[in-house]
């Protein structure tokens, strides 16, 4: 029994003696003229084809890394610890040296990876934790991936990760006769896994949470130990992302998705020469810059409405949002009447298309109702953050409605982000319009998917810093 003066404490502080957070202040007295954006690779594409490239016998070399955020490296990492070699590359396409790194990480000059396959059935059991970070789409990748093997394997991931609901994953571990074994309560991970995996008489997913069960067995299908049955039930949600999956696969010689079965294949890449996309999610971002702070946003390379998974809507209703799109340069314009945007396919968009749409002609968003399971409640946190910025907006069924014509307050308080990467991201932009500081919970999340989204305020003279922040 502990003794008396030894009491609990939570970082929250609620109720208790709190902790120090890291923050990030955000100051703009700067005088912006113009942005330079540069939108990171895609991680959906990247973890995807990573997993792939792991289970040839090729060669594959990912361009377009340089600016690649934390989840697509803990991919990485996690696939090095199963035996996969990465060579980083650099401008040249010249090998960068090993350098010591326990974290596994690439070379801070490296703009490509070099990955070399060990076929359907090399991969190796890690002998450490696979922590998977902030990337719910690694972990299920990784739970699937490790269905295969006979002794125990630990998964993890950050705080935000461990809060998240994979029930409707582990369920088809089960079905593959997989033991698992997690903790009790809100947090669903470390999770332990042991196989080896048996083909059932008919693997059932339910796809109206997620699609990331049915991308996860079809990534890892290609060592499956027999002849599969494939039944997906429910209403799918995001299902431009399960289609890409399905498509990867078929590229490399999978069997055809639409034959609902699923055979032991080999991966055979025809292009060696893999140029990862820019992330379509994140031009939100850019797009939501310029209207805050009301200069031209030069973006380096917008993506191909084939790459973006359904993310393409920004593009394509650009005006609708009061922005417009020339060539490679976003500027903002007025937009006149609401509009509605449905992210049944798309629901990263939510925070900040809401914030867009209230500084434009405002509008709703509807089809998200599954942005619940997300890194955080997205639907509920979103009016929670943009009240903090003086933004109004209202709960509909599997959306929200949002007024249009609204202006910024500086917060009062610290800006809460719920561990949200696309939170704390919305939040860095619409402290740029704010004319007092503004404090912001989460200092790094950006880095889970855009690892230069303070760097690039930085270098147009916003003051921008990193702190420690007493919030009890």
Same mark, same amino acid.
């Given at each position: 029994m502990g003794r008396a003066w030894v009491k609990r404490w939570k970082p929250s502080g609620r109720g208790e003696k709190g902790s120090y957070i890291e923050v990030l202040e955000v100051d703009n007295k700067a005088s912006i003229e113009q942005i330079h954006w540069s939108l990171p690779p895609s991680k959906s594409h990247a973890i995807r084809w990573l997993a792939l490239a792991a289970q040839s016998n090729q060669q594959i070399t990912f361009h377009n890394m340089q600016y690649a955020g934390k989840d697509v490296i803990s991919m990485r990492r996690c696939l090095i610890q199963m035996g996969v070699n990465i060579t980083d590359l650099d401008l040249n396409g010249e090998a960068l040296p090993n350098l010591p790194n326990v974290d596994l990480n690439p070379h801070p000059e490296s703009?490509?990876?070099q990955v070399q396959g060990c076929g359907p059935n090399g991969l190796k059991a890690p002998i450490s934790v696979l922590h998977a970070g902030n990337s719910g789409t690694a972990l299920r990748l990784l739970m699937a991936l490790c269905a295969r093997f006979d002794v125990p394997i630990m998964l993890d991931g950050d705080a935000s990760l461990r809060s998240r609901d994979y029930s409707s994953m582990i369920d088809t571990l089960h079905q593959f006769r997989v033991e698992s074994s997690h903790g009790e309560g809100a947090e669903m991970l470390p999770l332990l896994v042991q196989g080896p995996w048996k083909c059932p008489e008919r693997l059932? /997913?339910? *796809?109206e949470k997620s699609s990331q069960p049915t991308s996860a067995w079809l990534i890892a299908s290609p060592a499956l130990p027999s002849d599969l049955h494939l039944s997906l039930d429910g209403d799918a949600v995001s299902r431009r992302h399960a289609s890409l999956t399905g498509d990867m696969c078929e590229s490399l010689g999978c069997n055809p998705v639409s034959n609902d079965i699923l055979k032991p294949w080999e991966p055979v890449?025809?292009? /060696?020469d893999l140029h990862m996309p820019p992330d379509c999610s994140m031009l939100?971002?850019?797009?939501?810059?310029?209207? #805050? #702070?009301? #200069?031209?946003?030069?973006m380096a390379m917008l993506p191909l409405d084939e790459d973006s998974l359904g993310h393409e809507v920004l593009m394509q209703r650009a005006k609708d949002l @009061?922005?417009?799109l020339d060539t490679n340069t976003i500027s903002s314009m007025e937009a006149h009447a609401p509009s509605t945007y449905d992210l049944r396919d798309a629901n990263d968009l939510i925070t900040p298309l809401s914030a867009l749409l209230a500084l434009s002609g405002g509008g709703e968003i509807i089809g998200a109702a599954h942005a619940a399971y997300k890194e955080t409640n997205r639907l509920k946190h979103t009016q929670t953050l943009l009240a903090a910025f003086g933004i109004k907006s209202t709960s509909i069924e599997g959306g929200l409605s949002i007024p @249009? @014509?609204?202006?910024? *307050?500086?917060?009062k308080e610290l800006v809460e982000t719920y561990h949200d990467h696309r939170m704390q991201m919305t939040a860095i932009v619409l402290a740029m319009g704010c004319d007092q500081k503004v404090v912001i919970e989460g200092a790094n999340l950006h880095a889970v998917a855009?690892?230069?989204? #303070?760097?690039?305020?930085?270098?147009? @003279?916003v003051d921008a810093k990193v702190n420690l922040h007493q919030h009890w």
């Amino acid at each position: 029994m502990g003794r008396a003066w030894v009491k609990r404490w939570k970082p929250s502080g609620r109720g208790e003696k709190g902790s120090y957070i890291e923050v990030l202040e955000v100051d703009n007295k700067a005088s912006i003229e113009q942005i330079h954006w540069s939108l990171p690779p895609s991680k959906s594409h990247a973890i995807r084809w990573l997993a792939l490239a792991a289970q040839s016998n090729q060669q594959i070399t990912f361009h377009n890394m340089q600016y690649a955020g934390k989840d697509v490296i803990s991919m990485r990492r996690c696939l090095i610890q199963m035996g996969v070699n990465i060579t980083d590359l650099d401008l040249n396409g010249e090998a960068l040296p090993n350098l010591p790194n326990v974290d596994l990480n690439p070379h801070p000059e490296s703009v490509a990876w070099q990955v070399q396959g060990c076929g359907p059935n090399g991969l190796k059991a890690p002998i450490s934790v696979l922590h998977a970070g902030n990337s719910g789409t690694a972990l299920r990748l990784l739970m699937a991936l490790c269905a295969r093997f006979d002794v125990p394997i630990m998964l993890d991931g950050d705080a935000s990760l461990r809060s998240r609901d994979y029930s409707s994953m582990i369920d088809t571990l089960h079905q593959f006769r997989v033991e698992s074994s997690h903790g009790e309560g809100a947090e669903m991970l470390p999770l332990l896994v042991q196989g080896p995996w048996k083909c059932p008489e008919r693997l059932n /997913i339910n *796809t109206e949470k997620s699609s990331q069960p049915t991308s996860a067995w079809l990534i890892a299908s290609p060592a499956l130990p027999s002849d599969l049955h494939l039944s997906l039930d429910g209403d799918a949600v995001s299902r431009r992302h399960a289609s890409l999956t399905g498509d990867m696969c078929e590229s490399l010689g999978c069997n055809p998705v639409s034959n609902d079965i699923l055979k032991p294949w080999e991966p055979v890449f025809s292009q /060696i020469d893999l140029h990862m996309p820019p992330d379509c999610s994140m031009l939100a971002f850019a797009m939501l810059a310029s209207k #805050v #702070v009301g #200069v031209p946003v030069e973006m380096a390379m917008l993506p191909l409405d084939e790459d973006s998974l359904g993310h393409e809507v920004l593009m394509q209703r650009a005006k609708d949002l @009061g922005m417009n799109l020339d060539t490679n340069t976003i500027s903002s314009m007025e937009a006149h009447a609401p509009s509605t945007y449905d992210l049944r396919d798309a629901n990263d968009l939510i925070t900040p298309l809401s914030a867009l749409l209230a500084l434009s002609g405002g509008g709703e968003i509807i089809g998200a109702a599954h942005a619940a399971y997300k890194e955080t409640n997205r639907l509920k946190h979103t009016q929670t953050l943009l009240a903090a910025f003086g933004i109004k907006s209202t709960s509909i069924e599997g959306g929200l409605s949002i007024p @249009g @014509g609204q202006s910024l *307050t500086s917060p009062k308080e610290l800006v809460e982000t719920y561990h949200d990467h696309r939170m704390q991201m919305t939040a860095i932009v619409l402290a740029m319009g704010c004319d007092q500081k503004v404090v912001i919970e989460g200092a790094n999340l950006h880095a889970v998917a855009d690892p230069y989204a #303070v760097q690039r305020w930085i270098d147009v @003279g916003v003051d921008a810093k990193v702190n420690l922040h007493q919030h009890w």
